[in-house]
């Protein structure tokens, strides 16, 4: 499993940045995908999940309304669309790849990731 992130960097608040996760070495389009993001001296947060066949998404509270995750299985990619961004939003962002091989499973549950990609950062600041 290879989960390579993209897009991070440095948005004023209220702006947009778009994520991008390469994923590759496993059937992509047949597992639920998700974000994660870790801020310094917090915990790790479930931001979005999004089912292998795409048709189920759900967010964090704290992300409702303001971003979309999304894929495109024919690019085995994963991408996560953030606007109206806030200081709070500032954090590592993570994908992660579920372990159920169903292109239907869904789940809101942390404790069922164990491929990981390194990382991208985002930081929000005037």
């Known amino acids: 499993v290879q989960l390579v992130e993209s897009g991070g960097g440095l948005a004023q608040p209220g702006g947009s940045l778009t994520l991008s996760c390469a994923a590759s070495?496993?059937?992509?389009?047949?597992?639920?995908m998700s974000w994660f993001r870790q801020a310094p001296g917090k915990e790790r947060e479930l931001v979005a999940v999004?089912?292998?066949?795409?048709?189920?998404?759900n967010y964090a509270d704290s992300v409702v309304g303001r971003f979309t995750i999304s894929r495109d299985n024919g690019k085995n990619a994963l991408y996560l669309r953030m606007n109206s961004l806030k200081p709070e939003d500032t954090a590592t962002y993570y994908c992660?790849?579920?372990?159920?091989?169903?292109?239907?499973?869904?789940?809101?549950?942390?404790?069922?990731?164990?491929?990981w990609g390194q990382g991208t950062q985002v930081t929000v600041s005037s």
């Open positions: 992660a790849k579920n372990r159920r091989f169903d292109k239907y499973y869904y789940s809101f549950r942390l404790d069922e990731y164990p491929d």
């Open positions: 999004i089912t292998g066949a795409g048709g189920a998404t």
């Open positions: 070495k496993f059937a992509f389009s047949n597992y639920l």
